[in-house]
T-cell receptor, first 113, second 108 residues
């Protein structure tokens, strides 16, 4: 079955530590996205990528970094510069053609130890 | 001004009721529109796309009004299993913009 796989499901970060969230898709989608969702809030865009080896900052990119070395993979690193990392992180992908919806992974919950 | 605005609710309705959600968007160049459903502590899942002519999927009907820049979702004959948060999503250029969601609880 095609889909998006995020791992781990739960992640704990210590002070000063960088952590990386994995996102893999086998839907052959060109575009991939990372969002952050805080309790009772909407989704906020962190980074997105329309094509391999290219990505753009979203609304809240500070303290995060990404790479897009392969079409299937779009890992997100939460750096120590992100002072409030506790949130639900969602990865999504879509076709680049207009009118196509996004499909989401089942998310990673990140907390500070 | 936010790209997408939704009434957060909550909407508490009895089983069998009809309920409608509205959503407005600010960019007249927006191209595609969707409704997603999100259950508590889960990822959003596509409920339906919204087409200019309006579209229906079982008990769910979606409408788009480009002139007034709003979309709507109508749920008929509400079921307990419809309890969730409903997200309005607008695609503009390379990005998707999400409303904050409308919470629905269907009461027995």
């Amino acid at each position: 079955d095609g889909g998006i796989t995020q791992s781990p499901k739960y992640l704990f970060r210590k002070e000063g530590q960088n952590v990386t969230l994995s996102c893999e898709q086998n839907l052959n989608h060109d575009a991939m996205y990372w969002y952050r969702q805080d309790p009772g809030q909407g989704l906020r865009l962190i980074y997105y990528s329309q094509i391999v080896n290219d990505f753009q900052k979203g609304d809240i990119a500070e303290g995060y970094s990404v790479s897009r070395e392969k079409k299937e993979s779009f890992p997100l690193t939460v750096t120590s510069a992100q002072k409030n990392p506790t949130a639900f992180y969602l990865c999504a992908s879509s076709r680049r053609q207009g009118g196509q919806p996004q499909h989401f992974g089942d998310g990673t919950r990140l907390s500070i130890l | 001004r936010k790209e997408v605005e939704q009434d957060p609710g909550p909407f508490n309705v009895p089983e069998g009721a009809t309920v409608a959600f509205n959503c407005t968007y600010s960019n007249s160049a927006s191209q595609s529109f969707f409704w997603y459903r999100q259950d508590c502590r889960k990822e959003p899942k596509l409920l339906m796309s919204v087409y200019s002519s309006g579209n229906e999927d079982g008990r769910f009907t979606a409408q788009l009004n480009r002139a007034s820049q709003y979309i709507s979702l109508l749920i008929r004959d509400s079921k307990l299993s419809d309890s969730a948060t409903y997200l309005c999503v607008v695609n503009t250029g390379n990005q998707f913009y999400f409303g904050t969601g409308t919470s629905l609880t269907v009461i027995p």
